[in-house]
């Protein structure tokens, strides 16, 4: 028998966006592969030895990488990044009129009836309402809603419905309005899991009530620097926010207001800040601006700039993958986009590094044991394992996560639980109090939670964001492969990396120049002014390389009183006293 090993890898473009359906090919033999949505290929069963490899799309450049060594039962990875190429393609251009339709209407019964009327493959209905597809009766079309087998009979009566809502079949009950979000229609050859269906495959998709989480926001105020001088706040190099609204905006939808934390939209981005110098590990920096949305006030920016970090001179990273693996992750946004994160992180980890990986969904347990970063074969065939089902024992993964990074516990390293989870705790040890107060001992031993959110219905968004800071740790939302690129591939330093813990800001403000001030975002974050120097106080981490952005308006002192911000009428001539220099005796 053959000795054989495994190639992998991702096919990008330039711009680092998946490449759906690239074919990758051992030129000069029969093993080929097509890149998957994520833009991730494998050939399993490759011979050992060295081979060439192709990576093509059209449009694009082919990519060859002229000598790739397979060893036995090993995997090899291998990326590819693709360049466009212009083609010399005819004009077309295609109009057409569509009368709009109210949104009222677009999924109700007789929408859904027409819409599916236009699909290759369906000649209309059999005039009782149900689907008549070419070849067939329109009593062996098979439906399924929200993935439930409903098959009307031959006189159009459903012979089984959905309760709980008013959904229906398409037979001779009709649907209500609104009753469907989507609806399919499938023909020809389907998967033997479908295998019942004579002429062809309805699928319909029901409206879901969101059960997604959000910490409250009441948004910063102007405060009088005559009442309040000091703001004191911890900082924040989370992104999450930036990330989820976007899913929300890319959906076509607006994002509940609470989702929107202004402070993690602005520290998405980079603005280049000076590097620190010396012995300090970070640098400070700071200017003023009109403020584009009212040029009469002023834009304070604070930036922060951690030292970035030569990656083989970081000390040794200890850590525990925590994976949620209950029936929520089931969904190609949340387990698959999991695994395909954790993938990337393991190509990072050097022989110094070490990984164990734990699971948790009706109950918790341990799938790898601590594992040198060396053996990347064992560490991913383990990830590729993973499959979801069962309800959330949340507080026992945390549990038992912690105590595999204890026990594997490096003093002079970076020691810490990576969660990757919708954030549906809902068997076990649930309540805040308790995650919190488990989390913030093993965070006093030198343990820290970086906690990473997936998916959409469901999500935690709140549960989550505590979890990571009363950890010490980031909270990153990841809704696509790019972003898990982000996260893990750009940030990698800083997302596991501290550079420096328990990092607070406190600004005083003079009331001689300034007749208000308010914070923009870090609502969240907002710290009492004696915690500033209260050191067992937590506050925020900043990683390898991360930077932090601050803002305030700030309206400048002058005769006009603050509009609504309680300005007292009797200050003025004590202020004007306080700022004018003192008379000589």
Known sequence: MPLTGRVEGYVIDATGAPMA?????????????????????????????????????????PTVVPAVAIREGEVTWQHFALRARGLALEELTVEADLPLVPRDEVTSHQRIEGALGLQPGMVGTAGNGNIEVRGGRADEAT??????????????????????????????????????????????????????????????????????????????????????????????????SYANVRRFLSGGMLPPPDAVRIEEMINYFDYSYPEPTGEH?????????????????????????????????????????????????????KLPLVQQAFRMLVQQLRPEDRVAIVVYAGAAGLVLPSTSGADKGAILA?????????????????????????????????????????GDFNVGATSEADLQHMIEEYRA???????????????????????????????????????????????????????????KLQLEFNPATVAGYRLVGYENRLLAREDFDDDTKDAGELGAGHTVTALYEVIPAGPRELAGTGTLRYQNAGLTARAEPAASG
């Open 21 to 61: 359906s690239a074919q990758v090919r051992l030129t000069g033999t029969s093993f080929f592969a097509e890149a998957d949505s994520a833009g991730h290929y494998f050939i399993n069963n490759v011979p050992v030895g060295t081979h060439r490899l192709e990576a093509r799309h059209v449009g694009y450049a």
């Open 143 to 240: 439906q399924y809603i929200d993935g439930v087998p409903v098959s009307p009979g031959t006189s159009g009566t459903p012979s089984a419905s959905r309760t709980g809502g008013a959904v229906s079949t398409l037979g001779a009950t009709p649907a209500g309005t609104n009753a469907f979000e989507d609806a399919s229609l499938t023909t020809g050859a389907l998967v033997s899991e479908f295998g019942n269906a004579e002429s062809g495959l309805v699928t319909l998709r029901t409206p879901v009530p969101g059960t997604e989480g959000y910490r409250p926001i009441t948004e910063n105020r102007f405060l009088d620097p005559l009442v309040s001088p000091v703001s004191t706040f911890s900082i924040d190099v989370d992104a999450a």
């Open 281 to 333: 590990p970070f640098a400070v920096s700071m200017e003023a601006a009109p403020a584009p949305w009212n040029p009469e006030h002023q834009l304070l920016l604070i930036g922060l700039q951690g030292k970035h970090l030569d990656r083989r001179a970081m000390p040794p990273s200890n850590l525990v993958f925590l994976i949620d693996v209950s029936g929520s992750m089931d969904d190609p946004a």
């Open 382 to 422: 383990a990830i590729d394992r993973l499959q979801a089902g069962g309800s959330t024992a949340g507080g026992a993964g945390i549990a038992l996560a912690y105590r595999i990074a204890r026990e594997n516990y490096s003093p002079r390293g970076n020691n810490r639980v990576i969660l990757a989870t919708d």
């Open 445 to 503: 031993q030198g343990t820290f939670l970086t906690v990473l959110g997936f998916g959409t219905g469901n999500l935690k968004d709140d549960r989550m964001e505590m979890l990571a800071d009363k950890g010490n740790g980031q909270y990153a939302y990841i809704d696509t492969f790019q972003e898990a690129r982000r996260v893990f591939i750009q940030q990698f330093g800083g997302t596991l990396h501290a550079i420096a813990k328990d990092v």
